[in-house]
C-alpha cells in the first residue's frame, strides 16, 4: 500500500508488516487458476465473474476509492476483495496502468483459512494489522503531532502494557519485542512477536485477567475496541477459530497458577 502525501517511516513499517503476514496466512492456500492481466480497469468488482473473488496484486497498483475520493493505493504483496460484505458500503478499485493480480475465490478462501487453528491465527494477525495500517492511513490525511504514532506505543523493558485488573478498550500485538504475562505476581507465559493479546477481556467486557510487562523493548500494534470490533462482524468465522485457541491459553494459563500455587 501506498500513499500520494504524508508517507513516513511508521506507515511504511506497519506495510511491510501487514505484507509479511499476508504472505505467511496465504501459504498453502492455492489460488483460482492463472494470473489476471489487465492494462486498466474502472470497477473490479464490478465485473460479475469478480463479485465473488479476492486477488492478491504481483504486480502493479490498485486504487482505493471510497465516496468518490482515492484514500490510497494498492500495490505488490497486497490482497484485495476481502473486506466486500453483502450489505455494507463498498470501494471501488480501479487501475490507471496494467497490473497483474492472483485470483482466490473468496469463500474457498476463508474455509482453508478456518482448516486449523495455526491458519486462523495467522489470518487473525493479519487482520489486526490490517486495522493498524488504516489507522495509519487515517492518520495521513491530517497529521498533528498527537496523531503521528496512531495504532502504535512503544515500551521500554520493564515497563507494563497491560496491568492485571484494569479496564479494557484495545486489543495488542507485538509488532517487535518480546513480553511477559503475570497473574497475581506469577510468571504465567510470554507474549512473543505477531501474537494477539488483550481480547479476551475485552470481548467479555470484564477487567484485565493478567499484567503483560515489556521484557524488552517492544513497539506494540494497539487496535481500538471499535476497529476489533468490525472486524469481528466482518470476519467472524476467524475470529471464532481466535477465540477458540485464547481460550485454550487461558485453560493452559490456569493450570500453570493453580501449580505454582500448589507447589
Not at 464490478?46 to 473473488?53: D, K, L, V, Y
Request: hydrophobic share 40%.
Amino acid at each position: 500500500m501506498f500513499l500520494e502525501s504524508n508517507f513516513t517511516e511508521l506507515f511504511e513499517k506497519t506495510d511491510n508488516h501487514c505484507k509479511e503476514l499476508l504472505s505467511t496466512a496465504l501459504e498453502g492456500i492455492p489460488s483460482l487458476g492463472d494470473q489476471l492481466t489487465y492494462e486498466t480497469f474502472d470497477d473490479l468488482f464490478a465485473e460479475g465473474s469478480n463479485q465473488n473473488r479476492a486477488f492478491v496484486i504481483e504486480q502493479g497498483a490498485v486504487g482505493h476509492e471510497q465516496e468518490g475520493k482515492t484514500l490510497f493505493h494498492y500495490d505488490e504483496g497486497d490482497i484485495i476483495g476481502l473486506e466486500i460484505v453483502e450489505g455494507m458500503p463498498r470501494a471501488k478499485f480501479y487501475a490507471e496502468s496494467p497490473v497483474i493480480l492472483r485470483p482466490f475465490d473468496r469463500e474457498a478462501l476463508w474455509q482453508a483459512a478456518m482448516e486449523n487453528t495455526t491458519k486462523a491465527r495467522q489470518w487473525g494477525d493479519y487482520l489486526l494489522a490490517e486495522c493498524a495500517r488504516h489507522s495509519a492511513v487515517i492518520a495521513s490525511l491530517d497529521t498533528p503531532t498527537d496523531k503521528a504514532s496512531l495504532g502504535f506505543q512503544t515500551y521500554a523493558a520493564g515497563e507494563t502494557i497491560i496491568k492485571e485488573g484494569t479496564e479494557s478498550d484495545t486489543v495488542y500485538s507485538i509488532v517487535e519485542g518480546h513480553a511477559e504475562v503475570f497473574v497475581k505476581g506469577i510468571k504465567v507465559g510470554e507474549v512473543l512477536e505477531d501474537e494477539i493479546f488483550g481480547a479476551m477481556s475485552l470481548l467479555t467486557n470484564s477487567p484485565r485477567t493478567a499484567s503483560v510487562v515489556a521484557d524488552s523493548r517492544c513497539l506494540v500494534m494497539v487496535v481500538p475496541r471499535n476497529q476489533f470490533e468490525t472486524m469481528i462482524k466482518t470476519h467472524p468465522r476467524i475470529c471464532l477459530s481466535l477465540m477458540e485457541n485464547m481460550a485454550r491459553q487461558i485453560v493452559a494459563l490456569n493450570h500453570k497458577v493453580t501449580a505454582a500455587h500448589d507447589s
